[in-house]
């Protein structure tokens, strides 16, 4: 079956633009992540919904940043008047049902951001 | 608040040897479970083997081993009889049972196999 989808795959933007990141889970995962990985680093965790509810934002890095999930599926990532230091790999990952023991998260290609 | 420390910026491994790939975690959680995941030059992650804090035995899976020491915090990722595709970063992560689900990472280690 299909696996997570990410949109852009690559995306240059220009100091002050707004951005959206958009993720399509695998098919009947409830949960969904955003994380962000800088070159050379382990990805970071930004956000997490369950189903259509954002369950914790505490790594998003500041109010430029805001995610949504309005129907439980698809997934938006944006960032408004982005910032050089925005540049990075952002990653969104899914599972089939947040809190279980053994819950395995799949990973997207991710998208580039590059910040000019 | 959790941590994963892997000490081993890099790895240079013959082919057809073992390798182990340390990593070290700290977390005040009693329930948890460590993951490791593959990240090759594609990008992808590439899920590999996972351990929970009250499992008895040591994950296994194929190739890939996990030595668990849950008293020493460590959860060491043991790759057998390596192959030139294993040539990746390496991450290992942890995630609490309850509460927020958010995996941690650590660094990496860039693993490489030489013919």
């Known amino acids: 079956g299909a696996g997570v989808s990410q949109s852009p795959r690559y995306k240059v933007t220009k100091r002050g633009q707004d951005v959206a990141l958009r993720c399509d889970p695998i098919?009947?995962?409830?949960?969904l992540y955003w994380y962000r990985q800088a070159l050379g680093q382990g990805p970071e965790f930004l956000t997490y919904?369950?189903?259509?509810?954002?369950?914790?934002k505490s790594g998003l890095p500041n109010d430029r940043f805001s995610a949504e999930r309005p129907e439980g599926s698809i997934s938006t990532l944006t960032i408004q008047r982005t910032e050089q230091r925005d540049s990075a790999m952002y990653r969104c990952?899914?599972?089939?049902?947040?809190?279980?023991?053994?819950?395995?998260?799949?990973f997207g290609p991710g998208t580039r951001l590059t910040v000019l | 608040a959790q941590k994963i420390t892997q000490t081993q910026p890099g790895m240079f491994v013959q082919e057809k040897e073992a390798v182990t790939l340390d990593c070290t975690y700290d977390?005040?959680?009693?329930?948890?479970?460590l993951f490791w995941y593959k990240q090759p030059s594609s990008g992808e992650m590439i899920f590999l083997i996972y351990?929970?804090?009250?499992?008895?035995q040591n994950a296994t899976e194929g190739r890939y081993s996990l030595n668990f020491q849950k008293a020493r915090k460590s959860a060491n990722l043991v790759i057998s009889a390596s192959q030139l595709g294993d040539s990746a970063m390496y991450f290992c992560?942890?995630?609490?049972?309850?509460?927020?689900?958010?995996?941690?990472f650590g660094t990496g280690t860039r693993l490489t196999i030489i013919p």
């Open positions: 977390t005040s959680d009693q329930s948890y479970g």
């Open positions: 919904f369950n189903y259509e509810a954002q369950q914790d």
């Open positions: 992560a942890i995630r609490s049972n309850f509460g927020n689900e958010k995996l941690t």
């Open positions: 098919s009947g995962h409830v949960s």
């Open positions: 351990q929970g804090s009250y499992d008895e």
């Open positions: 990952a899914s599972s089939l049902e947040g809190g279980a023991y053994y819950n395995e998260q799949f």
